[in-house]
Nanobody, 124 residues
Framework: EVHVTESGGGSVQAGGSLRLSCVAS????????MAWFRQAPGKEREGVAH???????TYANSLKGRFTIYKDNRKNTLYLQMNDLKPEDTATYYC??????????????????WGQGTQVTVSS
């Protein structure tokens, strides 16, 4: 089993940057696909970015170029660097881990383990 804990959320003005962190427990971190999701009030949870065990990345089309997902295996930590933030990026951001066999990399239903979420608020 994998336990994940996010941190790094906060409030910023439009155009600002934030970096989210997700600490994962156990050495299974290096064998599981990891991803970031977000959910705004009244909206469905949506995939933001995925990183595979081999380091390959996938992004939601609308976020390419502004968000970067990466990980540090030595620290069992996943990151999401968010630049040029916009008010529509306001949401609770979640880190998630999937067992091997993942098919749809940005589908929340594919993921088995979730953090508690961290709030990101972007003001105009």
């Amino acid at each position: 089993e994998v336990h994940v804990t996010e941190s790094g959320g906060g409030s910023v003005q439009a155009g600002g940057s934030l970096r989210l962190s997700c600490v994962a427990s156990g050495d299974s971190y290096t064998r599981d696909s990891m991803a970031w999701f977000r959910q705004a009030p009244g909206k469905e949870r949506e995939g933001v970015a995925h990183i595979g065990v081999d380091g390959t990345t996938t992004y939601a089309n609308s976020l390419k170029g502004r968000f970067t997902i990466y990980k540090d295996n030595r620290k069992n930590t996943l990151y999401l660097q968010m630049n040029d933030l916009k008010p529509e990026d306001t949401a609770t951001y979640y880190c998630a881990a999937a067992l091997p066999g993942l098919v749809f990399k940005l589908s929340p239903t594919e993921y088995n383990y979730w953090g508690q979420g961290t709030q990101v608020t972007v003001s105009s």
